[in-house]
């Protein structure tokens, strides 16, 4: 059974400094990973995606990721953190096998302060 | 383009009552999703369709939940009769196709109470 561990529940940065949020992974085959974003009464939001290729994927709001398969990892990082990045981030992962599910992390709240 | 839209927003029951949620997924999406959202806790695959047909549904409490898309298009969701630890939000999401690569779009969820 596939899963994702995201082992901080709250990361918190100061403005300007900056960010990682940790996600590691457990499939078997190759993973496609993702990564989302929840604003308060907001639904899931797409910030980016490893498929295949480069390890270190850029996404929307200057985020990126790197995915490291030895160590089945897929942090989310961002050179400067902003006060408005503070929200809930979901780390997902789906295996390429006849439409297979989508398995999310719990999710970590990250506070950014001024 | 506009986004996943869902209704209501916001339901309160009692338990043992029965609820139906509705989503309308973007415009030429055809793979459509629904997620159970528990507070603290990641969201859960319900059930995921292929145009109007199930591709999975695994883990979809079918005693009491049921999905359906008739048309291909938009979808309900329903719980009867509902139990306490049904409270949650629960997500629509679509995406361009099945295929595993493709990132899906959320709506805003539904939030369900059962008291």
């Known amino acids: 059974a596939q899963s994702v561990a995201q082992p901080e529940d709250q990361v918190n940065v100061a403005e300007g400094n900056p960010l990682t949020v940790k996600c590691t992974y457990s499939?078997?085959?190759?993973?496609?990973l993702f990564w989302y974003v929840q604003y308060p009464n907001r639904g899931l939001q797409f910030l980016l995606k490893?498929?295949?290729?480069?390890?270190l994927v850029k996404g929307s709001y200057g985020f990126e990721a790197e995915f490291n398969k030895s160590q089945t990892s897929f942090h989310l990082k961002k050179p400067s953190a902003l006060v408005s990045d503070s929200a809930l981030y979901f780390c997902a992962v789906r295996v390429p096998t006849n439409a297979g599910k989508s398995t999310f992390g719990d999710g970590t709240t990250l506070t950014v302060k001024p | 383009e506009a986004g996943v839209a869902q209704s209501p927003r916001y339901k309160i029951i009692e338990k043992r009552q029965s609820v139906a949620f509705w989503c309308n997924p973007i415009s030429g999406h055809a793979t459509l999703y629904w997620y159970q959202q528990i507070l603290g806790q990641g969201p859960k695959l319900l059930i995921q369709f292929q145009n109007n047909g199930v591709v999975d549904d695994s883990q979809l409490p079918k005693d009491r939940f049921s999905a359906e898309r008739l048309k291909g298009v938009d979808s309900t969701l329903k719980i009867q009769p509902a139990k306490l630890e049904d409270s949650a939000v629960y997500l629509c999401?679509?995406?361009?196709?099945?295929?595993?690569?493709?990132?899906?779009?959320f709506g805003p969820g539904t939030r369900l109470t059962v008291t």
């Open positions: 490893y498929i295949t290729g480069d390890n």
């Open positions: 499939v078997s085959g190759n993973p496609y």
């Open positions: 999401a679509s995406s361009q196709s099945r295929v595993e690569s493709y990132e899906q779009y």
